[in-house]
């Protein structure tokens, strides 16, 4: 392997280890991936990767694959669907809104939070995703007027 990492010696007690490991090693043998990150134009590397750059990089890419590493990655993939969630409930509740015009306070309220309740995140990342989104609209139609 050209991309080796400093603990190879834990892919028999982690398997998954030693799937990020040659995952790496295939991805950077056929797009030289690592080159690309560190060129100093990457549009066009030039050789600047050095063998300590590939030590270290294979060995956190390998680390992804231990439990730590697994848990750091588990976390932040949960995060994002949270969030993707939360547009969604966004959507539904403003598809609602769009087909009901003049809702009172109640029923807007109602909405958000039947809306978080089923893509099960809160009512309050929901209202904040709204109010981002009417600041973002107030600010497109200052650019087109």
């Known amino acids: 392997m050209k991309n080796k990492g400093l603990s190879q010696h834990r892919f028999k007690d982690n398997p998954l280890e030693k799937k990020f490991a040659l995952a790496w090693e295939k991805d950077n043998n056929q797009c030289r991936t690592l080159e690309y990150l560190l060129a100093k134009n990457p549009n066009h590397p030039d050789g600047e990767v050095t063998a300590r750059d590939r030590k270290v990089a294979a060995t956190i890419v390998q680390?992804?694959?231990?439990?730590?590493?697994?848990?750091?990655?588990?976390?932040?993939?949960?995060?994002?669907?949270?969030?993707?969630?939360?547009?969604?409930?966004?959507?539904?509740?403003?598809?609602?809104?769009?087909?009901?015009?003049?809702?009172?306070?109640?029923?807007?309220?109602?909405?958000?939070?039947?809306?978080?309740?089923?893509?099960?995140?809160?009512?309050?990342?929901?209202?904040?995703?709204?109010?981002?989104?009417?600041?973002?609209?107030?600010?497109?139609?200052?650019?087109?007027?």
């Not at 590493?69 to 409930?89: M, N, P, Q, T, Y």
């Not at 029923?107 to 039947?114: N, V």
């Not at 809306?115 to 904040?128: G, Y």
Request: hydrophobic letters at 45%; one cysteine or more.
């Open 63 to 145: 680390w992804l694959g231990s439990p730590v590493g697994e848990s750091f990655v588990r976390e932040i993939l949960e995060d994002k669907a949270k969030d993707v969630a939360i547009v969604s409930a966004a959507r539904v509740f403003l598809t609602a809104i769009k087909a009901k015009k003049g809702l009172s306070d109640f029923a807007c309220e109602m909405g958000i939070k039947t809306a978080a309740k089923q893509a099960n995140v809160t009512a309050e990342s929901v209202k904040r995703y709204l109010a981002f989104l009417c600041a973002e609209q107030k600010y497109e139609s200052h650019l087109h007027e």
